[in-house]
Every structure is written in structure tokens, then in C-alpha cells.
């Protein structure tokens, strides 16, 4: 079955940087673009970024560009999204999930909580 | 970026109810919607695709229907493992923007 399953999230301070990693099994991971999603406590979702299939386009929400950096290695199945110079309007449970290719997110892991404070 | 504003942002209602709620695109998005349903402390589980696609595993209960700028997810007889948040989200392109939620609580 479809497991998605991220981790290397925890507390960091402000400026510093985090890496989170999503890993993916029961399914081809190379065929499928993959987004991260998060969700501060209390609010509602916000999307973050995508990578294409083959890694070729990445985007970003403008309030993360320059800052994060999506990517994949499909030799590991696993999806990765780079965090630096954090803020505390980054804290929030991030999700990675997997676009189905017909206008809808078909699987998400549990989440991994960061929280950026000092 | 496109803008999906959902109403109401919270609706009570009883087991049983017929509930409707509405996501409004700021610009036409054809049929590039999908809904979620997200309970406390759980990732969000898709229930329609496509604007009006049923996801695979999802009661019957669940519709979806629109396309352009105006949206509707129907339940149309509210059961006790309903009451939840739903979303809905736009697939134009980035930002792949969600609505603020509509949270659906017990009468």
C-alpha cells in the first residue's frame, strides 16, 4: 500500500535551517510530482511547494521562495525540502503528499512538526 | 494567485442534515478543484477530484459539483464521522492555493 512518511522535524531557532524528508513506498515514486503542504497550529492548510515528476520544475509559495528548496532522489523514494533562514511564522506540522495527475492530493503522510523559536 | 474563498467558515448541523458548502474562485479555474476532509490531528483525505469526482473509498454521501468559479460540496445525510474540517484546492498551477476551511460541528 501507499505510505508516505516524513521526519527530520523538532524545534530550531529563528535564522537557522531544517531539513525534512518524506519517504515514499507501494508506489512508482519517480512518475509521481510531489508537493509539501503545511499547516500552522490551529489554521488552516497552506501549500508550499511542488517537484515535478522528473525534477525538472520546482515552485514555491512566495512567502518561502528563496529560502526553501524542494527536491527529490528516487534511487531513496524519498522527497526532501530544505529550510533556512527560519522565521516563526514557518512553525507548523509540514506534509508531504502525492498529486494523483487528476486535480487532487490522492495520499499525505502523518505530518512532521517543526517549530521555529528561540 | 488565485484566491478560493469557502462559506460558510463554520456550520453547525445534526446527523441526518443535508449540508452544503460553497468555494468561490477569484478567477475561472475550470474543473481544477478537488475537496478534503481534515478530522483533529490527521492529514487531510481526499473526497472529490476533479470538481465532481468521487475519490475511491468515499461515501456515496459525498458530491461535488461546479466548475469556473463557483463550487459545491454536498453530504447529502450527515453521519457522526462527518463532522470535520473540509478544504478545497485549486489545481490551475502554483501557487496550488486551498480554501480557509469550513468547519462542521454538532447541532
Known amino acids: 500500500q501507499v505510505q508516505l512518511v516524513e521526519s527530520g522535524g523538532g524545534v530550531v531557532q529563528p535564522g537557522r535551517s531544517l531539513r525534512l524528508s518524506c519517504a515514499a513506498s507501494g508506489f512508482t515514486f519517480s512518475s509521481a510530482a510531489m508537493h509539501w503542504v503545511r499547516q500552522a497550529p490551529g489554521k488552516g492548510l497552506e501549500w508550499v511547494a511542488v517537484i515535478s515528476y522528473d525534477g525538472t520544475k520546482r515552485y514555491y509559495v512566495d512567502s518561502v521562495k528563496g529560502r526553501f528548496s524542494i527536491s527529490r532522489d528516487d534511487s531513496k523514494n524519498t522527497l526532501y525540502v530544505q529550510m533556512n533562514s527560519l522565521r516563526a511564522e514557518d512553525t507548523a506540522v509540514y506534509y508531504c503528499?502525492?498529486?494523483?495527475?487528476?486535480?487532487?492530493?490522492?495520499?499525505w503522510g502523518q505530518g512532521t512538526l517543526v517549530t521555529v523559536s528561540s | 494567485a488565485i484566491q478560493l474563498t469557502q462559506s460558510p467558515s463554520s456550520l453547525s448541523a445534526s446527523v441526518g442534515d443535508r449540508v452544503t458548502i460553497t468555494c468561490r474562485a477569484s478567477q475561472g479555474i475550470g474543473s481544477a478543484l478537488a475537496w478534503y476532509q481534515q478530522k483533529p490531528g490527521k492529514p487531510p483525505k481526499l473526497l472529490i477530484y476533479d470538481a465532481s469526482s468521487l475519490q475511491s473509498g468515499v461515501p456515496s454521501s459525498f458530491s461535488g459539483s461546479g466548475s469556473g468559479t463557483k463550487f459545491t460540496l454536498t453530504i447529502s445525510s450527515l453521519q457522526p464521522e462527518d463532522f470535520a474540517t473540509y478544504y478545497c484546492?485549486?489545481?490551475?498551477?502554483?501557487?496550488?492555493?486551498f480554501g480557509q476551511g469550513t468547519k462542521l460541528d454538532i447541532k
Open positions: 503528499a502525492r498529486y494523483s495527475g487528476t486535480y487532487g492530493f490522492d495520499y
Open positions: 484546492q485549486q489545481f490551475t498551477g502554483s501557487p496550488y492555493t
